[in-house]
């Protein structure tokens, strides 16, 4: 079992930067993998980045270049820049374990003004 903690949602204006942490706290389980979801009101829960145990990182398309995603072991971070109002969404922080069960934070809100 994993236990993710988000924190560092809020609001921010267009261009503004936010930083997201994740702390995840497990006793017996492996993570080979974290990463960071975003759910938009109305829409499906999306891939915002991944990194991997070998600091091997992976970016949805519509933030390459504005986000950056860091892990220090169970410490996981997302600097948001150049945020814009389609980046409005609750953030989840997220983790697999050896075996493939994923593990799920309560998310964070964050919103965009224009």
């Known amino acids: 079992q994993v236990q993710l903690v988000e924190s560092g949602g809020g609001l921010v204006q267009a261009g503004g930067s936010l930083r997201l942490s994740c702390a995840a706290s497990?006793?017996?389980?492996?993570?080979?993998?974290m990463g960071w979801y975003r759910q938009p009101p109305g829409k499906q829960r999306e891939l915002v980045a991944t990194?991997?145990?070998?600091?091997n990182t992976n970016y949805a398309d519509s933030v390459k270049g504005r986000f950056a995603i860091s892990r220090d072991n169970l410490e996981m971070s997302l600097q948001m820049d150049s945020l814009k109002p389609e980046d409005t969404a609750v953030y989840y922080c997220?983790?697999?374990?050896?075996?493939?069960?994923?593990?799920w934070g309560q998310g964070t809100q964050v919103t965009v003004s224009s």
């Open positions: 997220n983790a697999r374990i050896y075996g493939g069960a994923t593990f």
């Open positions: 497990t006793r017996t389980s492996s993570i080979i993998a």
């Open positions: 990194i991997g145990n070998g600091g």
